[in-house]
């Protein structure tokens, strides 16, 4: 199969992408992966990106879809592949739409995560990572640590992000509704889109998921 998984931050994508991939046996081809491994690998792709970030700039499209492209051109990703935080634009949609046409493919689904703006917010606004492990995590109410400000696997300071503080997210809510969000009209005209709720335990958004998918036997 090969799914586009959209939502806003704070949507779950990240978790669901690697569950759906996993069950699925497909690969798992997000954006922040791709830079990542560009940049270490020192490709032509990763050293134009790590130009741009460096001067603070957006990293132009072009780059990111050339990404994209090697990486859906592995041979893991013959059978199909489980895309995260890409497309994050029509023009980056449209690019996919061709580089998929040339190779005579074409996308099976797409999954719109849904959650409502305050959550988003809370959700995010409410996380607090460890500064001696970052893998530490907590919030401050869906999951706290026994003792306020301490992380309970090592007793090192937990602080508040500043990406994760309520203004940056709001502003990084602002960018999804202009940026990202009109991609979900695109491929809604092409009769791909199914909305699923974000809400509830990690697995029951996972079946939601699947079942939308027609995988219901995966879930198993």
């Given at each position: ?6 939502g ?7 978790t669901?992408a ?54 859906m051109?592995q ?17 980056q ?8 046409k040339d190779?005579?493919l ?5 999954l ?13 606004a ?7 492990d ?10 706290p ?10 007793g090192?300071?937990?602080y508040?992000?500043?990406d ?16 990202t969000?009109?991609i ?5 005209a ?12 990690v697995?029951d ?8 998918l ?7």
């Amino acid at each position: 199969m090969r799914i586009v998984l959209v939502g806003p931050p704070g949507a779950g994508k990240g978790t669901q992408a690697a569950l759906l991939a996993q069950t699925l046996s497909i690969p798992h081809i997000s954006t922040g992966d791709l830079f990542r491994a560009n940049i270490s690998q020192g490709t032509e792709l990763g050293q134009k990106a790590q130009e741009y970030m460096r001067a603070g700039q957006l990293v132009p499209d072009e780059v990111t879809i050339g990404m994209a492209k090697d990486r859906m051109d592995q041979a893991d990703a013959e059978g199909g592949f489980l895309l995260d935080g890409f497309p994050r634009n029509l023009a980056q949609a449209e690019a996919l739409d061709g580089i998929l046409k040339d190779e005579k493919l074409s996308l099976d689904a797409v999954l719109d995560l849904e959650v409502e703006e305050d959550e988003v917010v809370k959700r995010i606004a409410g996380r607090r990572m460890c500064r001696k492990d970052s893998s530490h995590i907590f919030h401050v109410e869906y999951s706290p640590s026994k003792e306020s400000g301490v992380c309970d696997v090592c007793g090192g300071e937990l602080y508040q992000r500043e990406d994760d503080r309520e203004d940056t997210v709001r502003k990084r809510l602002e960018v999804y509704h202009s940026e990202t969000e009109p991609i979900i009209d695109y491929y809604k005209a092409q009769g791909l889109v199914t909305t699923l709720s974000a809400l509830g335990a990690v697995a029951d958004v996972t079946k939601r998921a699947l079942a939308a998918l027609g995988r219901e036997d995966a879930a198993a």
